[in-house]
């Protein structure tokens, strides 16, 4: 109840934008846009194409390659992401020299320790979030490798074609759709930052996020080269 009582009203309503913000597109861009030519629909239909094309080749070692490629990509972030996560919990480990280097700026808040903890409490929460989202793409790639090398041969019936694009469509998608969250959980961090400064800016780049990831995801030039028909 102490700490409760620490944390400002303007606070309480920047965390509060921030939950709604995040929750609030995440559930439109991964459950409610279905209807919408977005980047990840788009995309998904690209993926199911790949794998009735790889059904067609008896040598199945470039799309080994392409699996591999995307894995590289998911383990890079998921790499980066524990490094992020050991510098906050060492930053958290010497606060009070992070509020004093912090002070010397006239445009930074002055805050008591514990808000500063309880703000680099708010980045560590969002970077685990992002390193178990990258985890689990990385194990589904992993899967999708699997799925490939026991692919139907060419010739082989028509309909068991059809359940194995459906399945390992599906595979590639969940796994794509992992790497997305645990990547929109960085945009969100860099929003999660500006609280260390003001709660009004914090109020702003977490808008500024949103507007970022619906223009990139329903309203981007590559997003228009790829659903060009």
């Keep these: 109840m ?7 009203p303007s606070d309480w309503a920047a965390l509060a934008w921030f939950a709604v913000c995040w929750f609030g597109y995440g559930r439109y861009a991964d459950r ?26 008896d040598n199945r070692i470039m799309d080994s390659s392409l699996v591999g490629n995307l894995v590289n990509s998911v383990s890079f972030f998921a790499s ?38 309880l703000k680099l409490l708010l ?11 990258f985890t689990w793409s990385l194990r589904q790639f992993n899967l999708l490798s699997i799925l490939i090398g026991g692919a139907p041969l060419p ?4 309909a068991e074609q059809e359940r194995y694009v459906r399945k390992a469509g599906k595979i590639n998608s969940f796994a794509g759709d992992d790497f997305n969250r645990g990547v929109r959980a960085y945009y969100f961090a860099l929003a999660a930052l500006a ?18 990831l619906y223009r990139r995801d329903y309203r981007s030039q590559t997003l228009a080269a790829v659903n060009d028909s």
């Design 2 to 8: 102490e700490l409760l009582r620490e944390i400002d």
């Design 32 to 57: 409610f846009s279905g209807k919408r030519a977005g980047l990840v629909n788009v995309v998904h239909g690209y993926r199911l194409q790949w794998m009735r094309i790889m059904l067609q080749r």
């Design 80 to 117: 980066t992401t524990m490094y992020i996560i050991a510098g906050l919990l060492a930053v958290m480990g010497t606060t009070e020299r992070a509020i004093s280097f912090a002070s010397s700026f006239a445009f930074v808040r002055p805050e008591s320790k514990v808000m500063w903890e």
């Design 123 to 133: 980045l560590l929460a969002i970077f685990v979030y992002a390193y178990f989202k």
């Design 155 to 158: 010739g082989a019936d028509q």
């Design 195 to 212: 609280w260390l400064i003001q709660p009004l800016l914090f109020i702003l780049v977490t808008a500024w996020v949103v507007y970022i």
